[in-house]
């Protein structure tokens, strides 16, 4: 069953439970909680006055904050305003946050006061300068124009709160094979169809659930599941900052939580962190939900053995606005799968080379087509062309299902490498290598890890006659890519084993790693 009754614009979501459940909180975070009458209070003025300062309907807006309260207020305000919010990791590089500005021609940054001195280089570099309203912090002074003041004092008039869901409103990054980031356009109906046919009909998420929720807010999948998911449901959620297995567990073991969402790393960190404890209890925990990366089967039986709880594997991509299979709470469930299609979402398995359906087991490219799937790439015609072919979504994984139709990951087309759910493009950690003196050629793989599923592995080919220091390097590369991007390890090579038309032979590369483990 899809509630469609979720399915709306996020001001009536907003004034169905301020009306409803005025004086519940909706989020909270180590310093701040917001009840559902002061969400639709604080979105409302702030909304009224992005449009006061210039940010006309379809503009957009950028979101550089950390995981807080303030940022799902933000993200709500902006979409009031009928405009398109743009999240950026608050740990991004000048390189990164210049690239998503520009890309995006956004005409305003939500941020916070520590991040004015970065904004400020970035802005050197930009043919465009938006505006800025900050979140102050400490003593900080106030530069432009102050976020509290915004969400606390309206003036006089309502916001535009449109209506029309099928607008874009959230300009999603994620990196492609091509090692530029693309802007995945999607709207308030495809992000919400799955709030709908997912995460309440299969996970059975309701009002009197209270989240505990650590995933990083500028992904698709925590935009979806922990603010709409929660916002559309009239839940609670406890909206936490950098993950850690130590405060997870003491949050969990007060009772107060019922869903826990994450990827599978953390997961298995907690797993890892409890093995030692003879009596844990999570009182209140019903359901843990997994996305992002693949879970084994093992981490799955193990997890749900010693928490005596559930845990949902399923598969998602930020294109089809998270989730496109799901394993249910209640019914059989395939350990290792990813679960089935959720409702209104057809999948197919097909052959790469001439788009034919395999055979049931055999492995394939897998397509998808449903109101989930991304209205395209910002600003990139032919990305868009190439992956959205007849209504369908070309997601360059390979995978399998059985007879019941119980779907299985088994391997990418594209290149991507999945580093704890992060996606990192190969390419991009190339170019940044290759930026360093003394680098002839350069080749990045995603070799397999035992915590965080993948890790990206650099060969390096040095320029005839000249050295290269590995500390330097990295260094070089961490003033370029964000932390998780970083390569783990660099190895020296002759040469990158390439094609006849130029492309890396990865696969070489690989055996050279398991080669070196050997």
């Known amino acids: 069953m899809i509630h469609t009754d979720l399915i709306v614009p996020v001001s009536e979501l907003l ?4 009306k409803q459940r005025a004086e519940k909180v909706a989020f909270q975070d180590a310093g701040k909680s917001v009840t559902y009458a002061e969400l639709n209070a604080a979105t409302a003025n702030l909304a009224a006055h992005l449009e006061r300062l210039g940010v006309a309907q379809g503009d957009r807006v950028a979101i550089l904050l950390p995981n807080s309260v303030n940022w799902v207020i933000s993200l709500l305000a902006i979409c009031r305003a009928g405009a398109v919010a743009v999240p950026i990791s608050i740990d991004a590089t000048d390189a990164e946050i210049a690239y998503r500005l520009t890309d995006a021609q956004c005409v305003l940054t939500i941020t916070m006061s520590s991040k004015l001195g970065q904004l400020e280089n970035v802005h050197r570099e930009l043919p465009i300068r938006p505006l ?9 002074p106030l530069a ?6 915004l969400t606390q004092e309206g003036i006089g008039a309502s916001p535009r709160d449109p209506g029309d869901i ?11 094979t091509t090692g530029k980031a693309k802007g995945v356009l999607l709207t308030t109906r495809s992000m919400l169809w799955v709030v709908g046919a997912c995460w309440v009909p299969i996970a059975g998420l309701n009002e009197n659930d ?16 922990s603010v709409l998911a929660v916002l559309a449901v009239g839940a609670t959620e406890y909206v936490g900052g950098k993950y850690s297995t130590a405060e997870t567990l003491r949050l969990l073991q007060t009772g107060e939580y019922t869903v826990l969402p994450g990827v599978p790393t953390m997961f298995h960190y907690l797993l890892e962190g409890t093995r030692d404890m003879q009596s844990l209890q999570f009182p209140s925990l019903r359901v843990c939900l997994s996305a992002g990366a693949i879970l084994p089967a093992a981490v799955n039986e193990q997890f749900e053995s010693r928490f005596g709880v559930h845990l949902l594997d399923g598969y998602g991509i930020t294109e089809t606005s998270t989730m496109v299979t799901m394993n249910w709470n209640s019914g059989t469930r395939v350990m290792g799968s990813c679960g089935l299609p959720i409702p209104g979402v057809e999948t197919r398995i097909v052959d790469p080379t001439d788009g034919s359906d395999v055979d049931v087991g055999k492995e394939g490219e897998l397509i998808v087509r449903g109101p989930n799937v991304m209205k395209g790439y910002l600003n990139k015609p032919e990305e868009t062309a ?21 779907l299985t990951i088994t391997g990418r087309l594209k290149e991507v490498i999945i580093r704890g759910g992060q996606n990192i493009a190969p390419a991009e950690v190339e170019e940044a290598v290759m930026a360093f003196s003394g680098v002839a050629d350069c080749a990045v793989v995603g070799v397999p890890h035992t915590l965080l599923g993948e890790v990206p592995v650099a060969f390096v080919v040095v320029r005839a006659g000249e050295c290269i220091d590995i500390e330097d390097l990295l260094k070089h590369c961490a003033n370029r890519l964000s932390a998780y991007k970083l390569p783990q390890t660099v190895q020296i090579v002759e040469d990158i084993p390439r094609t006849g038309s130029g492309k890396i032979m990865r696969f070489k590369l690989r055996e050279l790693v398991v080669a070196s483990a050997a």
């Open 210 to 225: 209270k989240v505990l929720s650590f995933l990083p807010l500028f992904h698709s999948y925590a935009l979806n599941l």
């Open 15 to 18: 004034a169905r439970h301020a």
């Open 166 to 176: 099928d607008a874009p409103a959230f300009v999603i990054y994620t990196s492609g």
């Open 132 to 140: 800025m309203v900050v979140v102050q912090s400490g003593d900080a």
């Open 386 to 406: 190439a992956a959205l072919k007849n209504g369908w979504y070309h997601t360059g994984d390979l995978a399998k299902h059985d007879s019941a139709g119980y």
């Open 144 to 149: 432009e124009h102050s976020f509290d003041e």
